[in-house]
């Protein structure tokens, strides 16, 4: 860190669709993000966590540019994302997404695949583009007998390996992995994990890493973000905010993490029955009608956003509930 | 106490081409009443087509061959269609993890509940429209009168899943099979479900036979586990027993590759390495050989010993010193 602008960041960043509700009914207005300004720096890990529906995969998409946003904007290196030129951008951000099974082209092989971004790019001649894709399917340990072989042939773990290798053949400089591995089986799940740990060493890239999963993000992330209903509502290192968590919300997730721990039984979050809208977002809080320790103050006024920097969170009580967080009842069961 | 569903070396062979997949080899499960079984596995581990078998809705050109399926002392291998439909929905509900296929768009919650009802207790529409209402308040849901003149549609994940939990009760069935009924929602939303899973079979008295691929939910939920790898059982014992001391290579692999919150950052997970055996071929001796530090040439040829102690058994020539998972 220090005087080096991130290299890649979000400014307050707004994103709303028109939602059809039928022929003749008006559309609605869905928020998808509200406001949310991130950053990662080099080499570093963002860990974006929440549930369906808080905007994370709308904020994945600003990302990688796919998406301009209605409000604010995405900064690569310091410059505005709308003068970068796509074609740039696209070199230097580059996506994993959640599901290997689509987002692999079946009529092509793998080495094709993983060539094809250096067609786009017009990097080398035929040969050379041959060699790197060939090694890069050998970093991500994928067998040499597998390169001429389809997208059917392979296992969901391999697939996810290919998309890997084809997201880092142009060597971008930020990866932005969407749910990368929650498509896949528990043991392969780690395999993959590990490689994005290894390959980001090897190649020095940082990595906005989106997941539902918080023991997943633990395990991976310097920093995390978590959102609610489109808006970032506690952020900071991870440790600090796993181990003294500011906001309910985040608590709730902490406490829904499950480990293998036989006779824990099961958790009451005390959430309630509402279900996050975000063609409705409640007034004040957007967390307030699941909140159990909302008071009046929640429904009406908007809680003041978290900094920039360091461990905060959107939560009038922040102080109050991290204490309450902290203490020995309250520390989330089998953890340590 | 005699076993609710006792199922004994269960086969499912599903034809391919010129072969056959072998899904299920010989598969032994049995839970008593009240109690929850968790059969744990990954995909193609011939879990959720052990299920399938339970309720005789396995794929149409799948071969289902056991030397006995016993729910409630009847063997229900040998019944016919019209006799399984009898069961099927009254006396074994069933919850599957897509609640979006499985509810039909094109009628409303309520026609859909009411349905179950109607079919196998014969009731009046007001008497089926009113034990409807009923379970959708039991399963948590607010504003039952509502939700039942609602589309599927209009039903957040969560609530869709409460519904075919509720959907599954109508009949006050004796067991629950419910196929990864939490993968597909959110995680504060899984614990909520799971919660409400335990707390009706507390109240009603069911078995539940609990599908899923996460250890996490089993250690919480299960009373007995049977983890399964490529078509077997390859440990089984009550969750207590399996969890202090796994003894089967897979399973030890799947709780040490699983991250740990507390952890934090840096040390590589423990993944295994390989992937899962194609079961288009006759595999000889241990499925999991060819992924094992401990498989050595006999266990790739076989047999495979399988040890039954009290209340935990499995198959493996070199498994795991008791309590070997401290160590780790």
Not at chain 1, 39 to 66: F, H, P, W, Y
Not at chain 1, 120 to 140: F, I, K, M, P, Q
Request: proline share 7%; with cysteine; net charge neutral.
């Amino acid at each position: 860190m220090g005087l080096e602008p991130p290299v890649l960041a979000v400014e307050n960043v707004f994103k709303r669709y028109q939602v059809s509700r039928g022929l003749l009914r008006p559309k609605r207005s869905l928020q998808a993000v509200r406001g949310v300004s991130l950053s990662v720096d080099k080499q570093r890990t963002l860990g974006i966590v929440g549930e369906s529906g808080c905007g994370k995969s709308t904020l994945a998409r600003m990302l990688l540019n796919l998406e301009r946003p209605d409000e604010g904007d995405i900064l690569l290196d310091g410059r505005s994302a709308g003068t970068v030129g796509r074609l740039d951008f696209s070199a230097r951000v580059q996506p994993v997404f959640q599901d290997p099974y689509s987002t692999l082209n079946p009529r092509r092989t793998i080495l094709e695949t993983v060539m094809h971004p250096l067609r786009v790019h017009a990097r080398g001649e035929r040969n050379a583009r041959e060699t790197r894709a060939a090694r890069l399917l050998d970093l991500v340990g994928l067998p040499r007998r597998a390169h001429h072989a389809h997208p059917n042939q392979l296992s969901g773990g391999q697939r996810q390996r290919v998309a890997i290798a084809r997201a880092l053949v142009l060597e971008p400089q930020v990866l932005i992995c969407d749910e990368p591995t929650s498509a896949l089986d528990v043991s392969i799940q780690a395999q993959i994990l590990n490689l994005i740990q290894e390959l980001q060493k090897e190649f020095g890239i940082s990595i906005v890493f989106i997941s539902h999963n918080l023991a997943v993000v633990e395990h991976l992330c310097d920093e995390v973000a978590v959102m609610y209903l489109g808006r970032v509502v506690e952020n900071g290192p991870t440790a600090d905010v796993m181990a003294s968590p500011r906001h309910p919300y985040t608590k709730a997730l902490l406490d829904s993490v499950l480990t293998p721990d036989v006779g824990l039984g099961l958790p009451d979050l005390q959430l309630g029955l509402e279900f996050p809208d975000p063609t409705n977002v409640p007034p004040g809080c957007a967390f307030h009608p699941r909140c159990p320790h909302r008071e009046p103050v929640c429904s009406t006024e908007v809680p003041p956003a978290c900094a920039q920097a360091g461990h905060g969170s959107e939560c009038h009580f922040a102080d109050r509930l991290a204490g309450a967080f902290a203490g020995p009842a309250a520390v989330c069961a089998g953890r340590g | 106490m005699a076993a609710l569903l006792d199922i004994r070396n269960l086969h499912v062979r599903i034809p391919v081409g010129f072969g056959h997949v072998h899904a299920v080899r010989g598969v032994n499960l049995s839970v008593e009443a009240g109690q929850t079984l968790c059969v744990v596995g990954e995909s193609g581990s011939g879990k959720s087509m052990s299920a399938l078998s339970v309720m005789n809705l396995l794929p149409p050109r799948a071969m289902r061959d056991a030397d006995r399926i016993l729910f409630d002392g009847v063997d229900i291998a040998q019944l016919g269609p019209r006799q399984m439909a009898e069961l099927r929905g009254n006396r074994i509900g069933m919850v599957f993890q897509e609640p979006m296929t499985s509810l039909n768009p094109a009628y409303t919650v309520g026609n859909q509940l009411m349905e179950v009802h109607r079919r196998h207790r014969g009731s009046s529409r007001s008497a089926a429209w009113a034990r409807a209402a009923e379970l959708l308040e039991l399963v948590g849901i607010s504003n039952p009168e509502m939700r039942l003149r609602q589309y599927p549609h209009q039903l957040s994940g969560g609530l869709r899943q409460r519904v075919m939990i509720a959907m599954a009760l109508m009949c006050e069935p004796g067991l629950l099979i419910a196929d990864e009924p939490t993968s597909a929602l959110d995680v504060t939303i899984q614990v909520q479900i799971l919660r409400l899973l335990r707390d009706l079979q507390r109240r009603l008295g069911i078995a539940v036979v609990l599908i899923t691929h996460d250890l996490g939910v089993v250690a919480r939920v299960a009373d007995t586990v049977a983890i399964m790898y490529a078509g077997q059982v390859v440990e089984t014992g009550s969750a207590r027993a399996v969890f202090a001391s796994p003894r089967h290579p897979y399973t030890n692999g799947l709780l040490r590759s699983m991250p740990k919150p507390g952890n934090g950052r840096g040390e590589p997970l423990q993944a295994i390495p390989g992937t899962v055996p194609s079961l288009l071929e006759t595999i000889p001796g241990c499925a999991f050989a060819e992924r094992c530090a401990r498989a050595d040439e006999a266990c790739r040829v076989g047999p495979i010993a399988t040890t039954i102690e009290e209340r935990h058994s499995f198959s493996c020539n070199h498994p795991a010193d008791i309590r070997a998972r401290e160590e780790v």
